[in-house]
């Protein structure tokens, strides 16, 4: 089992930033893909943001460039970057990472970009 904790939500206005951290709770998470998804109210889940072991990452179009996932191995944590913010990237934003077959989700953290 793999134990993530999201943090860093919050509210902010328009064209701030905030950075969203997630802890693992197992030296392992270092070796595995890690992604940020956000869900925001009646929409589905979707893609923000993911980063391999090695380091290569993927964004969706919506945030690329604005937002920048990155990952500090010795202390098992990922971090989401996020700058530009809009009110449409309002939303609760999940950490995600798979272990063999099972995928693990933080509990969310909510973000919200508002004036």
């Known amino acids: 089992q793999v134990q993530l904790v999201e943090s860093g939500g919050g509210l902010v206005q328009p064209g701030g930033f905030l950075r969203l951290s997630c802890a693992a709770s197992?030296?392992?998470?270092?070796?595995?893909?890690t992604a940020w998804y956000r869900q925001a109210p009646g929409k589905q889940r979707e893609l923000v943001a993911r980063?391999?072991?090695?380091?290569?990452?993927t964004y969706p179009d919506s945030v690329k460039g604005r937002f920048t996932i990155s990952r500090d191995n010795a202390k098992n944590t990922v971090f989401l970057q996020m700058n530009s913010l809009k009110p449409e990237d309002t939303a609760v934003y999940y950490c995600?990472?798979?272990?063999?077959?099972?995928?693990?989700w933080g509990q969310g953290t909510q973000v919200t970009v508002s004036s």
């Open positions: 980063i391999t072991s090695e380091g290569s990452t």
């Open positions: 995600n990472t798979r272990l063999g077959p099972y995928d693990y």
């Open positions: 197992r030296s392992i998470f270092s070796s595995l893909t």
